[in-house]
C-alpha cells in the first residue's frame, strides 16, 4: 500500500523528518511530497518515491505579467489530478501550515493525518496534543517538546527511535559547517577562522575541512585556506561524516546528516535557532547557545540587536573547550553567561530531552532541562 507524508518545509527539516516517516511508513511505500527546490533529497534517499510540489514554478509564473490568471490555477489542478493517480492509501500531514492545509482537502485518501481544509474551513484538531504543536511551533516561545516528539503525538504515531553518536576518536577528520540558511544564525567568520587556526595548533595531526556548496567559495576564500575548502553535494557531505571525528556546525541540514549517520556533533544554536525544537534527534550531540532575551527571534524577521548579540557571546575558547572535553568523556563545563551548554540525551517519556551540563562559578548546576 502507498503512504503519502506532505513535507513542503525547509531542507533541514524534511531531513530531521526521515526518521519518522520511517518509522511511520513501515509496510508502505513510501511517497514523500516536497517544495521543488529540494529535488536533490531523491539522490539522498532513493528508497522513498519523492514528489516535487511545484512552489517556484507556481511563483514565477504567477509573477509573469503575459500570463493568463487563470494558468497557475490549471497547473496546481494538472499537478493534483496527477498525484492523485497514484491511490494513496494513507497521507500524513508533517507540514501543519495553511498551505499544505489545502493541499490535504485536493489529495484523495481513505486516511488522512494532520491539519486539514475540508471544503469551507479548517477541519478542528483532533486532539489536544495536535493545539499543542499549533501553538507552540507557531511562535517563538521555547517548547516542552523536541519537534518529532510532538509532531508523531499530534499524528498519534510513536516517537521514532533514538541513535547514540559513535566514538570516532580513531578517525583525524574535523568538518566545520560555517554557513547557514539564515544570516541571523551564523557565527563570525572571523571565529570560525580563529577556531580553524587553533585546533589545527593543538590538534595538528588533525584535518581540519570547511564544507560548503559551489555558491559559497567565494564568501570563504579571504577565511580559509584552498585545502581546507571542500565543495560538497548533500549526499557526498554524508559519506564524508561517516569517516570523520567531529562535526561543528550551525543549525543546518548538515547537523541533521550527522545525526543521521550517528557522528559526534557540537551545534551552534543561534538566532532563530531553537534548541527545545529542533535540535538534531540523537543521542549525544553538544548545542552551545547563548540565553538572552530576544532569543530565539523569528525566522521571518533581521536581527533586532545593534549587534549580533548571541554570535558575539559564544567565544572561540568555550567550543574549544568543548572539543578537548569530548576528547576526555568530560561531562561538566565551566562557561561564562550567557553561554550555555546542553546536551541532547534519551527520555523515556518523548524520546529526547536536553540537558544543561554547564557549571557556574566552580558549582555544578547541571539541571534538566524541560523534555524536549
Known amino acids: ?43 539522498l534517499y532513493p528508497q522513498f518515491k519523492f514528489h516535487l510540489f511545484p ?21 496546481l489542478r494538472h499537478f493534483m489530478t496527477e498525484l492523485n493517480k497514484h491511490g494513496f492509501r494513507e497521507v500524513v500531514n508533517m507540514t501543519h501550515t495553511k498551505l499544505s492545509a489545502y493541499v490535504m482537502d485536493q489529495i484523495e485518501a481513505p486516511i488522512k493525518r494532520g491539519l486539514e481544509f475540508q471544503k469551507d474551513r479548517f477541519k478542528a484538531f483532533d486532539n489536544d496534543d495536535q493545539k499543542y504543536f499549533n501553538e507552540t511551533f507557531s511562535s517563538n516561545t521555547r517548547s516542552q517538546m ?23 576518536r580513531s578517525y583525524d577528520t574535523v568538518y566545520l559547517q560555517v ?4 544570516a541571523k544564525k551564523n557565527w563570525h567568520l572571523q571565529n570560525w577562522q580563529e577556531l580553524a587556526i587553533r585546533l ?7 584535518k581540519i575541512k570547511v564544507l560548503c556548496a559551489d555558491f559559497e567559495v567565494e564568501k570563504l576564500q579571504g577565511y580559509f585556506s584552498e585545502d581546507q575548502i571542500e565543495v560538497a553535494s548533500l ?44 535540535m538534531p534527534w540523537i543521542h549525544g550531540h553538544w548545542i552551545l547557545t547563548a540565553e538572552i532575551a530576544c532569543s530565539p527571534c523569528s525566522h ?9 548579540e548571541c554570535a558575539e557571546s559564544i567565544r572561540v575558547s568555550s567550543v574549544l573547550s568543548v572539543v578537548n572535553g569530548l576528547e576526555r568523556d568530560q561531562y561538566a563545563y565551566s562557561l561564562a553567561k550567557p553561554e550555555v551548554l546542553y546536551r541532547t540525551e534519551f527520555d523515556p517519556q518523548n524520546g529526547m530531552k536536553t540537558v544543561n551540563h554547564s557549571n557556574v562559578g566552580g558549582q555544578d548546576v547541571s539541571k534538566h532541562t524541560n523534555v524536549l
Open 55 to 75: 512552489r517556484k514554478y507556481l511563483q514565477n509564473l504567477i509573477n509573469r505579467p503575459e500570463t493568463s490568471l487563470l494558468a497557475p490555477f490549471e497547473e
Open 200 to 206: 589545527n595548533q593543538i590538534q595538528p595531526d588533525w
Open 179 to 182: 554557513l547557514t540558511s539564515d
Open 235 to 278: 549526499l557526498e557531505v554524508r559519506e564524508k561524516l561517516r569517516t570523520s571525528r567531529l562535526l561543528i556546525s550551525g543549525d543546518t541540514s548538515i547537523a541533521h546528516l550527522a545525526a543521521e549517520t550517528s557522528t559526534p556533533a557540537i551545534i551552534l544554536s543561534l538566532g532563530s535557532s531553537d534548541y527545545t525544537k529542533t
Open 1 to 43: 500500500m502507498k503512504k503519502l507524508f506532505v513535507s513542503l518545509l525547509r531542507l533541514g527539516d524534511v531531513i530531521m523528518q526521515k526518521p519518522l516517516i520511517e518509522s511511520a511508513g513501515v509496510g508502505h511505500e513510501i511517497h514523500i511530497l516536497i517544495n521543488d527546490e529540494f529535488a536533490q533529497l531523491a539522490h
Open 146 to 168: 523536541h519537534y518529532l516528539a510532538a509532531l508523531s503525538k499530534s499524528l498519534a504515531l510513536p516517537a521514532p527511535r533514538l541513535k547514540n553518536v559513535e566514538d570516532r
Open 300 to 308: 521571518s524577521v533581521q536581527c533586532s540587536q545593534a549587534l549580533h
